[in-house]
């Protein structure tokens, strides 16, 4: 997460990491740009999220064979 800038980071936090998630519309809002907007930082934030994930454990086989 420290890879993400802090829209990124609540964006992905209230979307994904919440009990209750918030929509689009709602962070939108909140934000101040359109859910269109919204959706497009969420999906640049993934990316970022994997290719740091990826960086850091170049064979994501490694972490379920460890047990």
Excluded: C
Aim: aromatic residues 2%.
């Amino acid at each position: 997460m420290n890879t993400l800038s802090d829209r990124e980071q609540k964006i992905i936090r209230d979307r994904h990491l919440q009990y209750e998630t918030v929509t689009l519309e709602d962070l939108g809002s909140e934000l101040g740009v359109s859910k269109e907007r919204v959706r497009q930082l969420e999906a640049r934030a993934m990316e970022k999220l994997k290719a740091s994930i990826a960086q850091k454990i170049p064979n994501v086989a490694d972490l379920f064979s460890a047990a």
